[in-house]
Nanobody
Framework: QVQLVESGGGLVEAGGSLRLSCAASGRIFSLSGMAWYRQAPGKERELVAEISSGGSTNYADFVKGRFTISRDNVKRTVYLQMNSLQPEDTALYYC?????????????WGQGTQVTVSS
């Protein structure tokens, strides 16, 4: 019913930048909070950044000053601008969205996009 599609991942050298995008589609009345998570092999999935429907943001300490989350409510898309990337940022990055549909409020996850940072 609701789909989240991430894009923008890839291979980048340390110190480089990438911008991730996540577009929501389907039977959506409205989008509330959206967020980016990441998971490296053998590690727990962790919150990277989140943004409310009103634009309030919250960041994990390890990305403050380097990453910026933003959203375009008309396009139903959330972005993650990642600068000064380091090898420890290598992970599968997932988009999450809280969605209001005819069935109520539900959280949806994208399939993930791989970010690999070489040293």
């Amino acid at each position: 019913q609701v789909q989240l599609v991430e894009s923008g991942g890839g291979l980048v050298e340390a110190g480089g930048s990438l911008r991730l995008s996540c577009a929501a589609s389907g039977r959506i009345f409205s989008l509330s909070g959206m967020a980016w998570y990441r998971q490296a092999p053998g590690k727990e999935r962790e919150l990277v950044a989140e943004i409310s429907s009103g634009g309030s943001t919250n960041y994990a300490d390890f990305v403050k000053g380097r990453f910026t989350i933003s959203r375009d409510n008309v396009k139903r898309t959330v972005y993650l601008q990642m600068n000064s990337l380091q090898p420890e940022d290598t992970a599968l990055y997932y988009c999450k969205a809280r969605v209001l549909t005819t069935q109520g409020i539900s959280d949806y996850w994208g399939q993930g996009t791989q970010v690999t940072v070489s040293s």
